[in-house]
């Protein structure tokens, strides 16, 4: 029997500023210096976005802004990714609801299904960027095939049939994240193409999935069971390999990608790619093998130890020299090679430290059982260890995030980029530079707040600080 949770005490306006703000003589002196300086500041913030600022700039390059120098002709590509995007993003968000669910029914306590519109305002960071974006697109004619306003709406509507995941019976639990990882695959290759060697993401996700699922339960020789279990893998990646082949639509290459679309991809694949690197170098650090110990502690020690801007220079003039020849990899792959490097090493010292914290006891209790080192390291040392450094990992991938404003430097054209090539234009060359300026920096920060919420409700929802 599940008991009702205890009632919380909600303080009228006034008890909320006598606790917070008159709490003690020092904190009201505070309140008192801090509300006039905080009220100038304000009034003057709007004068500067209502009133005096000249916006024209940003107006009229908006599109240039969000997809920089990509060609108009393909805009639908960007649209049917976003629309891609936002359906996984549902459909993942529906299914970790459920999952959510069952383990809550599973132990016996109550559940509350958080909603679409509770997920989205947890994020009011962005819904502000977003409403400025289309407060501009209102007040100007933005070029384009979809009218913006359309593209909203049909997201939102995407989102909320996505989110209807959560109603797949529990058998069907895992086809959730499978669809949710078909559409992310989907997503990414409307821009960048179906072709040939496309095939690899999607094939090995299904195969993988192929693998797991396989009916075997009828063959009783366990050798047997994992011989068709590869066979079923290898011929479910044969049927995405032919449709690949036979589909083979070459997209627009992320040269040519740039502004907010080419800064959201370039981190978002650089943070998937440097977790599970960092996590392994973590590992090799605290390995028994000298050989794999040393040659991890060597790689952490020397990328800490050298800036970002410079490993970016290395990438764009060296790193060619190290594959083999004939390898042709683009300005932007050689940065998020650079950016996953540099990051994989700090990822690798904040797993560390979590790793280090966690008491011995929790090793040799598993030791005492009889699990294996991998069991142990993978069932009761890692979630714990992870666990604890929710907040430092989240903010290392922030910081990745902003870092990637360096792209600049070596002629990447992502989002701060995109602000030198307005002000190229004769009608602001000497005009809108503190507005576009100011139009970037709420750009960034309204995706780093962003993340920096939801990693604050994950840490109240495992009771990091607990």
Known sequence: MTTAAPPVNQLTPLEWVRKN????????VLTILLIPLILVLGYRAFLFFFVNGQWEAVQRNLT??????????MEWRIYSQILLFVLAFGIGLGTNSAAVQDRAEDAGLPYERSSVLATVGRMWSLVVFLGILLWFASTDDVGGLLNPFLLIGAAVAVLLVGFQAFRFPRRLRSAGWLLTATFLVLGFQVVS????GGWL????????????VAPVGRFEAGWLRIVMRLVAAVAVVAVIRTIYALVDSPGIGWDEWSGLHLTLMVSAIAIVLAFPLGLLLALGRRSTLPAVRIMSTMYIEVIRGVPLITLLFMGQFILGFMLPAGTDLSAVSRAIAAMTLFTAAYVAEIVRGGLQALPRGQTEAGQALGLAPPTIMNRIVLPQALRAVIPAMVGQFISLFKD?????IISIVEFLRVRSLVHTQPDFRAVSIAETLVFVAIGYWAFAFAMSRESQRLERRLRVTR
């Open 64 to 73: 240039l802004f969000m997809i920089g120098t990509f060609d108009r002709e």
């Open 193 to 196: 193409g179906f072709d040939v």
């Open 201 to 212: 993401p999607l094939g090995l996700t299904y195969g993988i999935a192929a693998y797991m």
């Open 404 to 408: 990637s404003s360096l792209l600049f």
């Open 21 to 28: 703000l008159f709490k003690n003589w020092w904190s009201g």
